[in-house]
C-alpha cells in the first residue's frame, strides 16, 4: 500500500495528488509529493557562478576561483580532498526543516528530500555512498541519524563506513565556531573490511568550513581509494 501525503509537509496546505497516464501505466512505485510548488521553491539551489571551485563558497572578488578556506585547505591537502558538492543554500527556509527534521525528530520531513536525493544518486550512481554516524550523545538525544534516514527514504543503498571515536566526545558541531570547527582533531574510525570499493560519496547535512568532512576524507585516502566526492544537502557560509 502507497502512503499519499495529503497536506503539504511544510505549510500544511492540501496536494494536489493527480496520477499522469505515464504514473498509471509504469507499474513503478509511486513517489507521491510531500511539500507544495511554494515550499519547494523557498528552497534554493546554491549558486554555480562566482563561487569557489572546490566548495561553492561566494566568492569576493571577480578574479578569484578559490576561496580563503580552501586556499588554506590546500596548504595542508591535495585538491582531491576538496572534491564537493552543496544542493541548497542554507537559508531560513532551509534552516526551518532542518530544526523540524533533525532536532525535533519530526521524521516524516525527511520525505521532503527524497526527489532531490534520488536525483543526486542517479548521477553519482557509480559511487558507494556513506554518511558521518552521528556522536553517542547526539544519537541518543534523536534517536536517528538524519542522513542515514535520508537514504532508507529515497532508497539508496549505502554503506556504513565510519564509527565515531568515542575518545573525542565534546560538544556538538553545529555548537562550533569556526575556529574550533578548524580545530577538529579525528573524530572518526573507520571499518576497513566493509571499504570494498575505490570511489567514494559522503553525505552530510550541511557544510561550513568542511573540516569534519576532511577528517573523513582523511582515513579514506589512508586506505588506498581513488575518488572522494562529498555532498551536502546546504552549504553554510560561518563567520
Known amino acids: 500500500m502507497i502512503d499519499e501525503i495529503t497536506h503539504c509537509l ?26 507544495c510548488e511554494s515550499c519547494q521553491s523557498k528552497f534554493k539551489k546554491c549558486a554555480t557562478k562566482e563561487v569557489c571551485r572546490y566548495c561553492q563558497h561566494p566568492l569576493i572578488k571577480a578574479d578569484e576561483t578559490i576561496c580563503f578556506d580552501c586556499q588554506q585547505w590546500l596548504k595542508l591537502y591535495d585538491e582531491h580532498y576538496l572534491n564537493h558538492r552543496s544542493i541548497f543554500e542554507y537559508n531560513d527556509f532551509f534552516k526551518d526543516w ?33 554518511y558521518l554516524p552521528s556522536s553517542p550523545q547526539n544519537y541518543k538525544k534523536r534517536g536517528f541519524n538524519q542522513i542515514q534516514v535520508l537514504f532508507e527514504k529515497a ?48 553525505m552530510d547535512d550541511v557544510y561550513t568550513t568542511g573540516t569534519t568532512l576532511i577528517r573523513a576524507k582523511e582515513l579514506l585516502f589512508q586506505h588506498s581509494i581513488e575518488r572522494c566526492l562529498s555532498l551536502t544537502l546546504a552549504r553554510d557560509s560561518l563567520i
Do not use: H
Not at 543526486?120 to 550512481?125: E, P, R
Not at 565534546?170 to 574510525?189: D, M, Y
Open 10 to 35: 511544510r505549510c500544511q496546505e492540501p496536494l494536489r495528488s493527480q496520477l499522469s497516464w505515464q504514473q498509471i501505466w509504469s507499474f513503478t512505485t509511486i513517489d507521491w509529493p510531500s511539500c
Open 98 to 130: 532542518i530544526r523540524d527534521y533533525k532536532y525535533l525528530g519530526d521524521i516524516r520531513q525527511a520525505q521532503v528530500m527524497v526527489p532531490i536525493m534520488k536525483e543526486y544518486y542517479y548521477q553519482y550512481s557509480n559511487y558507494t555512498w556513506t
Open 155 to 202: 532508497g539508496i543503498p549505502y554503506q556504513e563506513l565510519f564509527d565515531y571515536n568515542i575518545n573525542q566526545l565534546g560538544q556538538s558541531q553545529a555548537k562550533k565556531n569556526k575556529t574550533e570547527r578548524l580545530n577538529l582533531v579525528q573524530p572518526f574510525i573507520i571499518n576497513k573490511e566493509k571499504l570494498e570499493t575505490k570511489n567514494i560519496l559522503i
